[in-house]
């Protein structure tokens, strides 16, 4: 019995659509055609081992009109009167999805070393296995905004 990510046809939005995907892949995995696309991703996340090491699927947005990756911004307090932190991301792990409204909850995902910068990212995802670590800052994204997702691999945070 394998996973086929569904096709929501009713919906034309095909960032939500590939979302939805992840966010059901990733909880799949978090209780038990093309050689990088999304739908890869998700089979290597819930597939790619008899168990997967893996339990997310990093995203990168990409707004309408500028083609340019989003860039969330979000912020953290440790403590009662602590300094507000912000913190701010172009990659990003799906949390939720709501399939009616098409937004979602995403968590920042912050390089492991801040010094990185996105195109540093790209450069070194072939060599660096997790390149991320959790934040626990989340935003709320109408996925309607978006025009392109692009997925990488998967991995465990």
């Known amino acids: 019995m394998g996973h086929e990510p569904e096709r929501h046809d009713h919906d034309r939005n095909c960032v939500c659509n590939v979302l939805l995907d992840i966010v059901e892949a990733q909880n799949e995995v978090e209780d038990s055609g093309c050689d990088t696309s ?3 991703a998700i089979q290597e996340l819930v597939h790619g081992t008899k168990s997967s090491p893996f339990n997310t ?3 990168i ?5 500028t083609c340019s990756p989003f860039v ?5 307090r440790s403590g009662l009167h602590e300094k507000v932190n912000v913190g701010v991301s172009v990659v990003f792990r799906v949390v939720d999805v709501d399939p009616k409204t098409c937004c979602a909850i995403l968590e920042l995902l912050q390089f492991e070393d801040p010094k990185k910068d996105a ?3 790209l ?3 072939d060599k660096d296995p997790k390149p991320f670590e959790n934040t626990n800052v989340c935003i709320t994204a109408d996925l309607n905004n978006f025009s392109a997702v692009t997925c990488l691999p998967p991995i465990n945070l």
């Not at 947005?61 to 009109?65: A, E, P, V, W």
């Open 57 to 59: 699927i990093p995203v």
């Open 61 to 65: 947005l990409f707004c309408k009109g």
């Open 38 to 40: 999304c739908n890869r």
């Open 123 to 125: 450069e070194d995802l």
């Open 72 to 76: 969330g911004v979000g912020v953290k």
């Open 119 to 121: 195109e540093d990212l």
